[in-house]
């Protein structure tokens, strides 16, 4: 169990954790991120850009030493990033980054996805404009009294989770709020990319995942800032109207999105873990 702390007396009411913070929302009457938020899900974003380190965290795995591996540290040290510098991407470095793509481990050696790269602003804002649609027509169809059993029992594993969970409505609305004044689905980044194939076998999702996963480490060996944005790869996969804003075919499935840019904070410290669960099975 994660619990988060403001040391008040290193605390300088500074506001910087509350802009990074995905729900920007402070405690009441502080300028400081609300822990205790019901929809705080310890990112630690807050406990890493803080410049006073006044925020405390217990519950978590220290960070191990890496006796200087440069590749292990960077592991340890990358965060996603939803704050972008307003600082294009230069084509040579664009091109650089989607080329580590090439170099998955493809299911099968197949190799087939395709990357859609979208940097026009136009495009940018009717794309989100339509994710935001399409999560609020999810939202009004789930309240028709006849829809929500039907789903629960027709639905697959992510829409009865969704059903299941009380609060999963008041979270989309607070992720698609149409009153904040930035980008809440892209996070104005300058791009967006998204991976999709039409292939079914062997392992589309797995490839596509993978070589999102290249371009995101690459990116941050080269100082840009990434993140997965998963709100909206549901939706580009669901709704054709999505899709067809930037040219992807009802035949072809969305695996993976990600935004792309300069990261506009420095994270000061790196988070600790809650640690991940190894087993080891022995005859």
Do not use: W
């Given at each position: ?5 403001v040391n008040?007396e ?21 300028k400081?991120?609300?822990h ?6 310890k ?7 803080c ?8 519950g978590?795995?220290p960070i ?8 292990y540290?960077?592991?340890q040290s990358?965060?996603?990033s939803?704050?972008?510098k ?14 580590s ?9 197949a190799h ?8 026009d ?13 399409y999560y ?22 992510k ?7 009380k ?16 980008d809440?689905?892209f ?8 991976f999709?194939?039409?292939?079914l ?20 060996s ?5 993140c ?13 109207r ?10 072809e ?18 988070a600790?873990r ?7 099975v022995?005859?």
């Amino acid at each position: 169990m994660i619990t988060l702390r403001v040391n008040s007396e290193r605390c300088a009411d500074c506001g910087v954790c509350v802009e990074e913070c995905p729900l920007h929302t402070p405690a009441p009457g502080t300028k400081h991120a609300d822990h205790g938020h019901r929809f705080c899900d310890k990112c630690l974003h807050c406990y890493t850009v803080c410049p006073c380190g006044a925020i405390e965290a217990d519950g978590l795995t220290p960070i191990a030493m890496t006796g200087g591996n440069a590749l292990y540290d960077m592991f340890q040290s990358r965060r996603s990033s939803r704050y972008f510098k307003d600082a294009e991407i230069d084509e040579a470095t664009l091109q650089t980054l989607l080329g580590s793509a090439n170099y998955i481990p493809s299911g099968g050696n197949a190799h087939e996805l395709v990357i859609t790269v979208v940097r026009d602003a136009g495009t940018k804002r009717r794309l989100r404009e339509a994710v935001i649609r399409y999560y609020e027509r999810t939202i009004n169809m789930t309240r028709i009294p006849l829809v929500k059993p039907l789903l629960r029992i027709f639905g697959d594993g992510k829409v009865k989770a969704a059903l299941g969970d009380k609060e999963f409505e008041a979270k989309i609305r607070n992720m698609i709020r149409r009153d904040d004044k930035r980008d809440l689905v892209f996070y104005d980044a300058p791009a967006i990319l998204v991976f999709h194939t039409a292939r079914l076998l062997p392992t589309p999702s797995e490839d596509c995942i993978l070589a999102a996963y290249n371009i995101t480490l690459l990116a941050e060996s080269l100082g840009l800032g990434t993140c997965f944005v998963s709100l909206s790869q549901q939706a580009l996969s669901a709704d054709q109207r999505c899709r067809s804003l930037i040219g992807i075919a009802a035949k072809e499935k969305v695996h993976a999105v990600l935004v792309l840019g300069y990261p506009l904070r420095k994270h000061r410290r790196i988070a600790p873990r809650t640690g991940v669960i190894v087993r080891s099975v022995r005859n």
